[in-house]
């Protein structure tokens, strides 16, 4: 693991007094340095918190135990047989949608408490994205509600919740918790056990462990991001190792683009080259088309990614776009 620079952390109670100037220092060395940071004292009050979190726990051994057990068995008699098991992700999930569709009512084995904690709790997330979205234009130097506006496309933006259990795993040198990758939307709110470690990002070639921290909420930047910002913020590489002990909870918001979002550099971060396009450094492209290729390309470097849509769009520029 990597030493030096100590992981960033943002008291948000900070952005209210007269060292707002230093906390707002902290969030863009955080975005332009780290592609990850903390938050604390960001408005979501212990108690929901907490409640999530027994919810969560309860629901994974009343639920979900006994069919990951069945997983874990398979999976560690087919890798001490000698096969490759580093393509498997050692984690149970499931996925809330929020927006623009909710699928909170139809999740079979969720009680009715647990949905009104789950919806109540995303609706303080999903607040607080925006308020960490307004906070990073501010730092870029964009109007207020740019970014969400960019995010918007015809249907608001997409906003789901992956909740995952890492269980113990006695051959963590056989498989990791979840495979090295970016997230490919906007900004991500994690909410993460803060007894149990193994998220770690990738920094200056080296992992560097993101700390379990009671009553925070971790941010990181998507790849939409990094190039709207035109690649001032980078969303950076991150991983979940797997532990002999403990129980990992992670419950991690994903506040993304519309479908239907046209995604590019801002242009008042991109030189007038760029506006053109001709020199452009990164693609413009819809978010669903992004998305298409992300899936089937998910744990690989995002850079070819990039790549493949900006021949995609070049392809597409050569005739006019439409305007509404």
């Known amino acids: 693991m990597a030493t030096g620079a100590s992981f960033p952390v943002i008291n948000m109670e900070k952005l209210e007094s007269e060292e707002r100037g230093a906390a707002m220092e902290v969030i863009r060395d955080a975005c332009e340095n780290w592609g990850f940071f903390e938050l604390l004292n960001h408005g979501i009050s212990h108690e929901l918190m907490d409640e999530v979190e027994r919810v969560t726990k309860a629901h994974y051994s009343s639920c979900r135990e006994e069919r990951f057990k069945e997983f874990a068995r398979r999976t560690l008699e087919a890798g001490e047989k000698g096969a490759d098991v580093k393509d498997i992700d050692w984690e149970s999930t499931f996925f809330v949608r929020h927006r623009p569709f909710s699928n909170v009512a139809d999740l079979s084995d969720v009680d009715d408490h647990y949905r009104q904690v789950m919806k109540q709790f995303a609706s303080e997330i999903e607040k607080l994205s925006e308020r960490v979205l307004d906070l990073?234009?501010?730092?870029?130097?964009?109007?207020?509600?740019?970014?969400?506006?960019?995010?918007?496309?015809?249907?608001?933006?997409?906003?789901?919740?992956?909740?995952?259990?890492?269980?113990?795993?006695?051959?963590?040198?056989?498989?990791?918790?979840?495979?090295?990758?970016?997230?490919?939307?906007?900004?991500?709110?994690?909410?993460?056990?803060?007894?149990?470690?193994?998220?770690?990002?990738?920094?200056?070639?080296?992992?560097?462990?993101?700390?379990?921290?009671?009553?925070?909420?971790?941010?990181?930047?998507?790849?939409?991001?990094?190039?709207?910002?035109?690649?001032?913020?980078?969303?950076?590489?991150?991983?979940?190792?797997?532990?002999?002990?403990?129980?990992?909870?992670?419950?991690?918001?994903?506040?993304?683009?519309?479908?239907?979002?046209?995604?590019?550099?801002?242009?008042?971060?991109?030189?007038?080259?760029?506006?053109?396009?001709?020199?452009?450094?990164?693609?413009?492209?819809?978010?669903?088309?992004?998305?298409?290729?992300?899936?089937?390309?998910?744990?690989?470097?995002?850079?070819?990614?990039?790549?493949?849509m900006k021949s995609a769009d070049e392809v597409v520029h050569a005739a006019p776009i439409a305007t509404a």
Request: hydrophobic share 40%; proline share 8%.
């Open 136 to 308: 990073l234009c501010e730092n870029l130097g964009l109007e207020k509600g740019y970014l969400k506006k960019a995010f918007a496309g015809s249907n608001g933006p997409t906003f789901g919740t992956k909740v995952s259990s890492y269980p113990p795993c006695p051959r963590p040198d056989l498989v990791d918790g979840l495979r090295a990758h970016t997230d490919a939307g906007g900004i991500i709110l994690l909410f993460q056990d803060d007894q149990v470690s193994g998220l770690q990002l990738l920094k200056d070639g080296q992992w560097v462990d993101v700390p379990p921290m009671r009553h925070a909420i971790v941010a990181n930047i998507g790849d939409q991001l990094e190039v709207i910002t035109n690649g001032r913020y980078k969303s950076v590489m991150h991983r979940v190792l797997t532990r002999p002990d403990g129980n990992r909870m992670s419950i991690a918001s994903f506040y993304n683009p519309s479908a239907d979002a046209v995604i590019f550099p801002a242009p008042a971060l991109a030189g007038a080259d760029e506006v053109e396009r001709a020199e452009a450094t990164y693609p413009r492209f819809v978010f669903e088309d992004y998305m298409n290729l992300y899936v089937r390309h998910k744990f690989e470097a995002k850079e070819p990614r990039f790549e493949a």
